[in-house]
């Protein structure tokens, strides 16, 4: 029990360093001995959850925890986790909460939950809807590489729903720069012109975005302002959110030795 107790610690720990980290730094967090750390380590680098950079000998996870993670979040286990987290963004917001993944060039609903107030959007778990438009999609299209955004550019057909969807290239690509500044997306009517969102990234176990969350609400009752404010909300749901999927946030910057 102490052995896999160590050698689940040493596995955080060397995942809390997206750089790799080293032996001496290791077991000074972990509090073991470096012949202690170094063993368990050994051992995790023969079974391939463990690897060792060649240049710098740092340790960093190996790609079998990887499948491992990617294999445990299949959209039943993402629907399971995210209930809890949108019950409660609904409950402090007020206002209907939505979980969205990618499906090719648009996003579907996965899970969601009606707020406590009246007048309640009555959107369906299953629905799909185009990225272009929506605040769950613009989250998903801020995560693009910049090639995979200017293959979708190309290929997307940028339909209007309403009179204040964005149907032109250039102006997507000025919203998608500014979300990606922001770290947050708005549908001001775009989709359906009664109607206004807010969303933000989730992202998994590696850093990677998989999904969106947001609120959106009756546009007489949400303007712009009101999303702004509670964006703060859907912030700490997306972070709860975040972690429930294995990630663990950014990693503390490296502070330089004085000279």
Same mark, same amino acid.
Request: charge should be positive.
């Given at each position: 029990?102490?052995?896999? /107790? ?21 077991? !000074? ?12 380590? !050994? ?18 996870? /190996? ?24 019950? +409660? ?57 910049? /090639? ?15 009179? !204040?969807?964005?149907?032109?290239? +250039? ?57 702004? !404010? ?13 972690? +429930? ?15």
């Amino acid at each position: 029990m102490q052995s896999i /107790g160590r050698g689940f610690a040493i596995i955080e720990e060397i995942a809390r360093n997206r750089d790799g980290i080293g032996l001496a730094d290791l077991s !000074k967090r972990v509090g073991l001995h470096n012949s202690t750390t170094f063993h368990l380590v !050994k051992t995790m680098v023969s079974l391939g959850y463990v690897r060792q950079m060649k240049d710098s000998k740092r340790y960093r996870i /190996g790609r079998p925890l990887f499948a491992l993670a990617a294999s445990a979040l299949d959209e039943v286990e993402m629907m399971s986790l995210a209930a809890p987290v949108l019950d +409660e963004l609904a409950r402090t917001s007020g206002e209907s909460a939505h979980f969205s993944v990618p499906m090719g060039d648009a996003v579907v609903v996965l899970a969601r939950t009606s707020g406590p107030g009246a007048f309640q959007l009555s959107d369906r778990v299953g629905v799909v809807r185009p990225a272009h438009c929506t605040a769950l999609g613009k989250i998903m299209l801020a995560a693009l590489v910049p /090639g995979q955004f200017e293959r979708y550019l190309q290929r997307a057909e940028l339909k209007a729903n309403t009179p !204040k969807s964005i149907t032109t290239a +250039e102006h997507l690509a000025r919203e998608i720069a500014e979300v990606r500044r922001a770290g947050l997306a708005f549908d001001d009517g775009e989709f359906d012109s009664e109607v206004r969102c807010v969303a933000l990234p989730v992202r998994d176990f590696s850093g990677r975005v998989i999904g969106a969350i947001g609120i959106s609400g009756p546009v007489w009752r949400l303007s712009i302002e009101a999303l702004q !404010k509670r964006a703060r909300i859907v912030r700490a749901a997306a972070d709860c959110l975040s972690g +429930e999927f294995g990630y663990a946030g950014e990693p503390e910057p490296r502070v330089k030795a004085a000279v």
